[in-house]
């Protein structure tokens, strides 16, 4: 019975990260009337403050106002709250785990702290990975875990020979133009 948790728990992690993943990128689209960019803005820009405890008000669950408060509610906790009605065990431990992780994790302390650098971040999107998204924007969407920007190519650097890509292509382009 409780490896049956356990993997449901592991399944359902998956799936609530890809969820998160993809608002996230959708959060970064340009394009008419994207209520998600409109809220999700407000996120980048945070600074980093190097404070060790959270503001009163993020354990109400609310981020210092309501477009940062939305931005959290339908990227991560929606999903949760609905997984309630379908598998409340599962639903209530990451619903926990997502608690603890936004108000005592998740600004200065992993998220937005530079300090975070190495071989961690190639797995967990904290420190200087998710500070690489707040400079480049398209890349590095991932929360949690780090596994859908690898594979979705999404990392900054999948971004730099992307980009390196492009500046070859127009450079070919424009040799091949001057020749005719």
């Not at 998600?36 to 996120?43: E, P, R, W």
């Not at 309630?84 to 992993?110: C, G, M, P, Q």
């Not at 998710?130 to 480049?136: A, G, I, L």
Request: hydrophobic letters at 45%; charged letters at 20%.
């Amino acid at each position: 019975m409780e490896a049956i948790f356990f993997v449901k728990l592991l399944v359902y992690f998956f799936l609530w990260t890809l969820y998160s993943y993809t608002i996230h990128v959708i959060a970064h689209l340009n394009f008419r009337f994207n209520f998600l960019k409109y809220i999700h803005v407000k996120h980048h820009s945070y600074k980093y403050t190097g404070l060790k405890w959270p503001p009163l008000s993020d354990y109400f669950f609310w981020f210092g106002g309501l477009r940062a408060s939305l931005d959290v509610w339908i990227t991560f906790t929606l999903p949760l709250l609905l997984l309630l009605f379908i598998e409340f065990d599962v639903a209530l431990t990451l619903l926990v785990f997502h608690y603890f992780y936004e108000v005592f994790l998740s600004r200065d302390i992993l998220d937005h702290n530079p300090n975070i650098t190495g071989k961690i971040t190639r797995f967990i999107p904290i420190g200087s990975f998710h500070m690489k998204h707040h400079k480049y924007y398209k890349c590095n969407y991932s929360l949690f875990i780090t596994f859908w920007d690898y594979l979705f190519r999404t990392t900054d650097s999948c971004l730099d020979a992307r980009n390196k890509k492009i500046r070859e292509a127009r450079h070919a382009h424009t040799s091949k133009a001057e020749n005719v």
